[in-house]
């Protein structure tokens, strides 16, 4: 038997699948509650019940969809130790996993200009820098933290431009690697 706390983060998780499929088909400005109870095949009352308002999903969803990311990322980087190796590594986890969820495009461009969740957008961004920064140091960066969340903005850029081809784009994750210290020309063309 399931407790009433598990039937209730079963409930909440069902809500916020069905919130990540929405985004794939109508993006954060078209997504509604009413669309999301549907989708999920939910009251429109559980759905108040577990987040309050349409911000509060919004930032949940946000965040469960990110929560996600981390955790492919920090599996594909455990076995590195800081520094350009791991960057890349992280990059291209990161990568990937936005081609894997297609509603990325919503969650990373309109999420930008969407009050509820912007704030919930530069904490993180501010907390992967602070990561990140070790990485930077390790590479001699003068401002690793600094050179972290500049190298966060190349990273969504290329994101949102292997989103817009629909495909893996190799010239861009070369393009990203000679970003990185270390890096020679020549091989940042077959790296």
Not at 39 to 50: D, R, S
Not at 74 to 86: D, E, S
Not at 112 to 117: D, G, M, Q, S, V
Request: charged share 20%; aromatic share 6%; glycine share 10%.
């Amino acid at each position: 038997m399931t407790t009433r706390a598990e039937r209730a983060a079963g409930t909440r998780g069902e809500l916020l699948d069905a919130g990540l499929r929405l985004c794939e088909r109508v993006g954060l400005s078209g997504m509604s509650v009413n669309l999301v109870v549907q989708e999920a095949g939910l009251a429109k009352g559980t759905f108040f019940h577990h987040f309050g308002d349409r911000s509060g999903f919004l930032r949940a969803l946000h965040q469960e969809f990110h929560d996600r990311l981390f955790a492919e990322i920090t599996a594909a980087v455990a076995h590195l130790a800081p520094g350009r190796a791991r960057l890349i590594a992280a990059a291209d986890a990161y990568l990937d996993g936005c081609l894997r969820h297609r509603g990325v495009r919503a969650l990373l461009l309109e999420a930008r200009a969407e009050p509820a969740i912007s704030q919930a957008i530069a904490e993180r961004n501010a907390q992967a820098a602070q990561v990140l920064g070790d990485d930077f140091a390790v590479l001699g960066w003068p401002h690793p933290v600094a050179g972290a969340a500049l190298w966060l903005g190349l990273v969504v850029e290329a994101a949102l431009a292997e989103f817009a081809a629909g495909q893996r784009r190799p010239e861009i994750r070369t393009a990203l690697a000679h970003f990185l210290p270390g890096t020679s020309a020549r091989a940042a063309r077959t790296g």
